[in-house]
């Protein structure tokens, strides 16, 4: 049955000392229960010169899971976009069409998954009423 999380420090170690003994990625996927995709993707992702890089790997993982994981989204550090959004929204204008009218004015590709996630995810207590509201 497959993970759906992260490498663990040991599972990079493993992929490490298995590529040591020359054994495929469809081994060492089955040898520690993950897809040969992930496999194939921690390898090429983290390898120089035909070698594979565990310390540097897992640093890179934790950088980007922490990044994937910021409380902060796109909208909510960009004053002048969360205006904007702002804005439209207190005109009534859905996500959908708020994420167009960006691109089409702004040149700024906000998708309305994004917005939906700030409206719903990152907004707070009576602002996050009133950005519902006008939904």
Not at 16 to 44: D, H, P, W
């Amino acid at each position: 049955m497959p993970k759906f999380n992260r490498l663990s420090e040991y599972e990079r170690e493993r992929i490490l000392k298995m590529l040591a003994a020359n054994f495929s990625y469809s081994m060492i996927a089955q040898t520690i229960g993950r897809s040969v995709s992930t496999i194939g993707r921690e390898v090429c992702r983290n390898h120089a010169s035909s070698e594979y890089l565990v310390v540097e790997a897992h640093k890179k993982a934790s950088k980007r899971q922490v990044y994937s994981h910021s409380p902060k989204c796109k909208i909510e550090a960009d004053e002048y976009l969360k205006s904007l959004i702002h804005a439209k929204l207190r005109l009534r204008w859905s996500p959908m069409k708020i994420s167009h009218w960006l691109l089409k004015t702004h040149q700024m590709e906000i998708s309305h998954e994004t917005i939906y996630q700030y409206i719903y995810v990152q907004a707070k207590g009576k602002f996050k009423k009133e950005l519902i509201s006008y939904l």
